[in-house]
């Protein structure tokens, strides 16, 4: 009985669907842009398996729908062994490559070579995933069997047919998006609150009345969140970068309002300016808007190095306008940031045009991520140019960021997509690991806008389009820590780069979405104009850094 049940469930698979599914499962074997733990790529593997199988049924309805001919039974067999054999072929050996593959990415990224790829734990993870695939796949099947063969009471069969798919399709849209998807959102979102909630023991309420969450402060310790006490309570103090700099230095200053500071991002706009004011950030040589990523959290790596660049002459100032991490923020509250965005860069640049010209600090804006995107949209350019902040410093802005996109789009012919020129270099440059900035023959205008970005880095380099194109940045010449193996293959490489892009973060530092300091260095030294730094200089405070 046992047996025939086997047998019976084996004959219910599509061969045609197996052979296809093969092929999609090899080709999530080869390199994308950072390297795959097993588990991720068993999970990776099982849904490429399964939308391969499912393209293979797909087009074999088509074909009989069609009624285009078919190959008589006794040699069709013959035929699908033969493809089997040689389907099965390339899977092994694409198994037994895995870890080669794998390995180039690796080494690119000065990681420790894998002596193997885990195939068995891998086949293993990509079954499971197939099933639960499959079985999701047939349940929607019987709905929509279920559903026309009903209607098929009443109105023409092949109308039938098309209003149970579409019934089918509504049913499990609204079940996935409606309740799975905003049950799981609630929680996180729960979960995320009461973390930014907590006081960690490290951080301590500054005792200085200059400093944000004080008693003396406009802004509560306890409405700072979790991202801001961090951010207010870190960094160089004035004794720290005194002792590196062995000259005299100031206490940095730097101003964060926490989402629980005010209800809406307008009312913690007006509430940081305040603060700005109150402790004297508009006497130091430098202010920088940031706009933090989605949990608010702000990258020390890129206003630490800014702060001992400047000997601590700088303020700056933030707001959180969300508890999620910047991927839920972004498919939740895609607009809120750059609201909240928006909101504090109009406060504070409304002021700062009141300042004497000279007698006022440079503007500039920082973002990284989700916050490198919503700070693109906090101005557009017709309402600054009467005024013109000083520039931008944008690290790993998301594939949707508008600006980022028009001008990549528009680089100048034979510049890589990776790093793009554009036009002159007067007024955008583009750097990653190695420092680009310096162009030869290109001078700078009033504004100076640079964006930081690794070729690895799936957030930015995440193409929708990848779903049946090639990505003009797989061209050659490739991206430093890009595998040379890396190829295009139509529906498989948009979800490898989709896997990528949740890894992105858990990167080595200086490649995927983790920005190094000796490259936000390298940045803000171009975008800030700094002088009187010496070559050895620079080299001590990345070593420095790096020590860290």
């Known amino acids: 009985m046992m047996r025939g049940w086997t047998i019976r469930l084996l004959h219910s698979f599509s061969l045609v669907g197996l052979l296809t599914g093969t092929l999609f499962f090899a080709a999530s074997l080869t390199p994308s842009l950072n390297p795959r733990a097993a588990l991720m790529q068993g999970v990776l593997s099982g849904l490429c398996l399964a939308v391969g199988y499912g393209i293979g049924v797909f087009s074999l309805w088509l074909w009989t729908y069609l009624e285009l001919p078919m190959p008589a039974p006794g040699k069709a067999r013959p035929v699908k062994r033969i493809a089997a054999l040689i389907c099965a072929a390339i899977a092994l050996v694409f198994l037994w490559r895995a870890s080669e593959w794998q390995n180039s990415i690796r080494t690119l990224m000065e990681l420790k070579p894998v002596d193997s790829a885990q195939p068995l734990k891998i086949g293993l993870i990509a079954l499971i995933t197939f099933v639960l695939a499959l079985m999701l796949a047939r349940l929607f099947q019987i709905t929509f069997r279920l559903v026309s063969g009903w209607l098929a009471l009443f109105i023409p069969r092949r109308i039938a047919i098309v209003a149970g798919v579409s019934v089918a399709v509504l049913l499990f849209g609204s079940i996935i998006n409606g309740v799975l998807l905003r049950y799981a959102l609630h929680v996180a979102d729960g979960s995320y609150q009461k973390l930014d909630a ?237 420092n680009a900035l310096d162009i030869p023959n290109a001078h700078w205008g009033p504004m100076r806008i640079v964006y930081l970005q690794y070729a690895s880095d799936a957030v930015t380099f995440f193409e929708p389009k990848s779903f049946y194109r090639r990505p003009d940045w797989m061209a050659q010449p490739r991206g430093p820590d890009v595998s040379a193996d890396l190829r295009w293959y139509p529906i498989v490489t948009f979800l490898q780069l989709a896997v990528d892009m949740v890894a992105a973060a858990t990167m080595p530092m200086g490649h995927g979405h983790v920005y190094a300091p000796e490259h936000y260095i390298d940045a803000w030294i171009e975008v800030t104009d700094v002088q009187g730094w010496t070559t050895d200089d620079i080299v001590r405070l990345k070593r420095h850094f790096a020590e860290r």
């Not at 207010?232 to 989402?259: C, M, N």
């Not at 920088?288 to 700056?316: F, K, M, N, Q």
């Open 198 to 434: 907590l006081v960690e023991d490290k951080a301590r309420q500054p005792a200085d009345p200059a400093k944000t969450g004080s008693a003396a402060s406009l802004i509560d310790w306890e409405h700072l969140g979790r991202t801001g006490r961090e951010f207010v309570t870190t960094g160089p103090a004035k004794q720290d970068l005194q002792s590196f700099l062995k000259r005299d230095a100031l206490e940095p200053i730097r101003v964060y309002a926490g989402l629980r500071s005010a209800d809406t991002a307008e009312e913690r706009a007006r509430l940081a300016l305040a603060e700005l004011k109150r402790v004297g950030a508009f006497d130091r040589s430098i202010l920088v808007i940031i706009t933090p990523t989605g949990t608010g959290w702000i990258d020390p790596a890129a206003i630490d190095t800014l702060e001992y660049l400047r000997g601590g002459d700088v303020a700056s100032v933030a707001i959180q306008y969300s508890y999620l991490p910047s991927w839920l923020s972004l498919m939740v509250e895609p607009g809120y940031g750059g609201d909240a965005a928006r909101a504090l860069f109009a406060e504070v640049y409304r002021y700062w045009t009141t300042l004497p010209r000279d007698h006022r600090p440079k503007l500039y804006l920082h973002g990284l991520s989700l916050g490198a995107m919503n700070s693109e949209q906090s101005n557009e350019l017709f309402e600054v140019l009467g005024d013109p902040y000083q520039g931008a410093l944008w690290s790993g802005p998301p594939y949707s960021s508008r600006i980022w996109r028009s001008i990549t789009r528009n680089r100048n012919p034979g510049s890589p997509a990776w790093l793009p020129r554009f036009r002159d270099g007067s007024y955008v440059r583009f750097t990653n690991q190695n």
